[in-house]
């Protein structure tokens, strides 16, 4: 590919992919904050921009108007212009294979990549829907464990950059996951008991409801890793970039505590 057009794509695929992920990013963390503010105040009051708004939260949905917003398609955007900006530079640009401490070809190199992100999904998923689920604590400290484990045994495999950018991959894989195997097809069978008249499996509200909290803590690890990019020295390529990933994944997930708990 011609080396000007190949740029143009990479910036127009990145700018696609950075604004769908600020409209994902920013109405998850929106939806967060009205939920935790309304289990305190019961109803929220809002102004933006010269306009008042008032935000009732059916607990039961009882009622349904005739238009319902759904927000979905920007996960599925932010994924699949992800996915395209990692296979053009990775894949096809040869950054997967490019200094793999074990020498790895380029098809290899691919090769194990999507079959850990395949993998990791359901692990992950299966984990999330075992009965451990009921300790939350200690399927926190599970996930975090294999996480590590991954991240280790990515940087081994391949150069600190790729195997940021591989860890990068496999946890928005798992958010997009979330919304698209998880919590769409959970709200679905709720409206859908709802127009039939039914009581609705509030169980399913809550699972939906824990695969979106746990969004709002895998992302912000998420948006380090697409930083790092530009500081190679203090992260990917320093010996201990494995370690440093795994530190500051924590840091994350403190912060996204703090902003939660707002």
Request: aromatic residues 14%; glycine residues 8%; charged residues 10%.
């Amino acid at each position: 590919m011609n080396y000007t057009l190949n740029e143009w794509l990479n910036l127009a695929i990145r700018w696609f992919h950075v604004f769908a992920a600020i409209m994902w990013v920013g109405q998850t963390y929106l939806f967060t904050w009205l939920d935790h503010t309304m289990n305190r105040e019961g109803q929220v009051w809002m102004v933006h921009s010269g306009g008042f708004y008032i935000v009732d939260k059916q607990k039961v949905p009882e009622l349904l108007p005739k238009k319902l917003h759904w927000f979905k398609w920007e996960a599925a955007l932010t994924w699949i212009s992800g996915v395209s900006l990692f296979v053009l530079l990775y894949y096809a640009g040869g950054l997967m294979a490019a200094g793999s401490p074990k020498e790895l070809s380029t098809k290899a190199a691919v090769g194990i990549s999507l079959a850990a992100i395949a993998v990791a999904w359901f692990v992950y998923d299966l984990l999330w829907i075992s009965p451990l689920a009921k300790n939350e604590k200690l399927l926190v400290v599970i996930s975090y464990a294999m996480l590590v484990g991954a991240i280790y045994g990515y940087t081994q495999l391949f150069s600190g950059r790729a195997a940021y950018m591989q860890t990068g991959a496999m946890l928005g894989t798992l958010m997009a996951f979330n919304v698209w195997v998880r919590i769409l097809p959970a709200q679905r069978q709720l409206i859908a008991a709802v127009q039939a008249g039914q009581q609705p499996d509030m169980t399913l509200a809550e699972r939906a409801k824990g695969r979106s909290k746990h969004n709002t803590f895998i992302v912000v690890p998420v948006v380090f890793i697409m930083l790092s990019n530009h500081f190679p020295v203090a992260t990917y390529g320093s010996v201990w970039n494995w370690a440093i990933l795994a530190g500051l994944v924590l840091v994350g997930w403190v912060v996204a505590h703090l902003i939660r708990s707002q």
